[in-house]
Nanobody, 125 residues
């Protein structure tokens, strides 16, 4: 009954912006750190960003640092990923994930308990 639903994916031109959202249900949202991952065709899923329970601590992959911003609104049970200065290499399916117990490192896929279905982001030239 836990569900994470991503939205906001689509087509954006190089240098443009896109805002992804992930709405959570069936869990106590404020008890979970939230992460964003992405996966391009033929490649492994990779870490993008993570935010702590109350939003006070964030982590970013080097490839997106300074361009992407993760945020959350616990009143709305929603986590966001603001993508600015988009690059072609940002093209991927983007997934949100929830981590209750912090069993692994913030960038490790195995440490997350629940995953969304993904939303496609395509960056064109």
């Amino acid at each position: 009954q836990v569900q994470l639903v991503e939205a906001g994916g689509g087509l954006v031109q190089t240098g443009g912006s896109l805002r992804l959202s992930c709405a959570a249900s069936g869990l106590t949202f404020s008890s979970y750190s939230m992460g964003w991952f992405r996966q391009a065709p033929g490649k492994e899923r990779e870490f993008v960003a993570r935010i702590s329970w109350r939003g006070g601590t964030t982590y970013y992959a080097d490839s997106v640092k300074g361009r992407f911003t993760i945020s959350r609104d616990n009143a709305k049970n929603t986590v966001y990923l603001q993508m600015n200065s988009a690059k072609v290499e940002d093209t991927a399916v983007y997934y949100c994930a929830a981590d209750r117990w912090q069993r692994g490192t913030y960038y490790a896929i195995q440490g997350y308990d629940f995953w969304g279905q993904g939303t496609q982001v395509t960056v064109s030239s």
